[in-house]
């Protein structure tokens, strides 16, 4: 996917603490304060909360189905020690 050339010019107007706020924020993520609000309102990136957020969530389903085959590995054990049990009585 090709980049666009970015070639129109928008101005938009804000108090000095919001342009403070996007200087620093975009210095913080290490960009220009143009790609900063580029990114922002063209990507809607997630947070970092979000991101560790997102990781459990996977964490979660991975520990989930790693439980639920270990269940199931039990109970079919424990089926044919009831079996076993049951034919020698």
Do not use: H, W, Y
């Amino acid at each position: 996917m090709e980049a666009a050339v970015k070639t129109e010019r928008i101005t938009i107007l804000g108090t000095p603490e919001f342009k403070a706020f996007l200087v620093r924020e975009a210095k913080r993520e290490g960009m220009s304060v143009s790609q900063f609000v580029r990114q922002r309102c063209e990507n809607k990136p997630q947070t970092q909360d979000e991101e560790i957020l997102a990781t459990l969530v996977e964490e979660v389903r991975t520990a989930t189905a790693k439980a639920s085959a270990s269940l199931e590995n039990g109970l079919s054990d424990a089926e044919q020690v009831l079996a076993e049990l049951r034919r020698k009585a």
